[in-house]
Nanobody, 123 residues
Framework: VQLQASGGGSVQAGGSLGLSCAAS????????MAWFRQAPGKEREFVAG????????YYVDSVKGRFTISRDNAKNTVHLQMNSLKPEDTAVYYC?????????????????WGQGTLVTVSS
């Protein structure tokens, strides 16, 4: 599976951005997806995950109610809609795929990674 993330950019606090991740390769079938982020000087952290079916999602507490993860399996894409952005959301965002139908929050359990897209939120 090859992953290509897009949609990052700069926005003021309170604004919105949408990230997309396009997957190629037949191995996308049955794969759980997630978004992670890494701020300067910090470890990469789990942001949101979605099961293969799309029926189960999970968010880190800091983004609950503001971010929404979704997927379109017919188009092999995953999206992260980010609303009410805060300066602390500033980071490089990565999409990741796991060769299992359910997501987990551990970075080490993901098999494929996109190249990352920068999100900058100014106050």
């Amino acid at each position: 599976v090859q992953l290509q993330a897009s949609g990052g950019g700069s926005v003021q606090a309170g604004g919105s951005l949408g990230l997309s991740c396009a997957a190629s390769g037949r191995a996308f079938s049955g794969v759980a997806m997630a978004w992670f982020r890494q701020a300067p000087g910090k470890e990469r952290e789990f942001v949101a995950g979605i099961s293969w079916s799309g029926g189960s999602t999970y968010y880190v507490d800091s983004v609950k109610g503001r971010f929404t993860i979704s997927r379109d399996n017919a188009k092999n894409t995953v999206h992260l809609q980010m609303n009410s952005l805060k300066p602390e959301d500033t980071a490089v965002y990565y999409c990741a795929a796991r060769k299992a139908s359910v997501y987990v929050t551990s970075v080490r359990t993901y098999d494929y990674w996109g190249q990352g897209t920068l999100v900058t939120v100014s106050s």
